[in-house]
């Protein structure tokens, strides 16, 4: 299949630096199929969504490439392959029955009472709410975070703490490291499924998928809702 842009200038970049597709595949956990196809821009061949953006994050960060703009270029190549979305069908419009008039004049009647005793409750629970949510945001906010991170296989792992990079190494199995941050961390991993965190003490979700990159920003937020019960970022 003819290359395009993208793919033509991937695999340039990749030549200019003498690594092989083999090279390529080991480093990133890439298979040999979905680097040729990404060169060769054979979209069929390769999965969309996350799992191709983090194809690509993984290939300019072995390279040395700009990940932002590499995944500019992989977007706008693959948008351009896209068909286009079928015309909606145009529906005819019922005429509408005799009685319907009346049965909407009744239903917006009560929907104004419904919206009048709804109102006056929110207007008396308003205050306390903001109050308790205010107050429960600054705690939270006040407390540090503390990142603790496990690896069940050897993978590389990045993390960033309130934008000083803490780590940007190969995490082994059965290690486990400890980072402190006053606002947010940045963690990404080349293989989502090896590694295990947790925020102060509580466990959090994967960063992807499993065997492929993964990156997540983890805060305070993340922290106000595991309490209340929804364990997502």
Not at 39 to 62: C, M, Q, T
Not at 113 to 122: D, G, K, N, P, S
């Given at each position: 299949m003819a290359k395009g842009k993208f793919g033509e200038h991937l695999k340039r970049e990749r030549e200019l630096r003498e690594v092989s597709l083999d090279e390529l595949s080991k480093a990133t956990r890439i298979s040999n199929r979905f680097l040729q196809a990404?060169?060769?821009?054979?979209?069929?061949?390769?999965?969309?969504?996350?799992?191709?953006?983090?194809?690509?994050?993984?290939?300019?960060?072995?390279?040395?490439?700009?990940?932002?703009a590499l995944l500019g270029e992989y977007d706008l190549a693959r948008a351009e392959k896209l068909p286009p979305p079928p015309p909606k069908p145009v529906q005819p419009i019922p005429s509408p029955a005799r009685w319907i008039p009346a049965a909407?004049?009744?239903?917006?009647?009560?929907?104004?009472?419904?919206?009048?005793?709804?109102?006056?409750?929110?207007?008396?629970?308003?205050?306390?709410?903001?109050?308790?949510?205010?107050?429960?945001?600054?705690?939270?906010?006040?407390?540090?975070?503390?990142?603790?991170?496990?690896?069940s296989m050897s993978t590389h792992v990045r993390i960033i703490a309130d934008g000083k990079l803490l780590m940007d190494s190969q995490l082994y199995a059965g290690e486990t490291q400890h980072f402190t941050a006053k606002g947010e961390f940045d963690v990404s991993a080349t293989n989502s499924s090896a590694v295990l965190l947790q925020l102060n003490g509580r466990a959090m979700p994967p960063l992807g998928a499993p065997g492929t990159f993964g990156r997540m920003v983890f805060s305070h937020e993340n922290l106000r809702k595991t309490s209340g019960g929804d364990s997502q970022p």
């Open positions: 990404l060169e060769n821009e054979d979209w069929g061949k390769l999965p969309g969504g996350v799992f191709g953006h983090g194809f690509v994050r993984s290939i300019a960060r072995y390279l040395g490439l700009a990940e932002e909407a004049a009744l239903v917006g009647l009560l929907l104004l009472i419904l919206f009048f005793y709804a109102a006056r409750y929110t207007w008396r629970h308003l205050a306390a709410y903001r109050a308790a949510k205010q107050s429960a945001a600054s705690a939270s906010s006040d407390t540090p975070l503390e990142l603790s991170i496990s690896a």
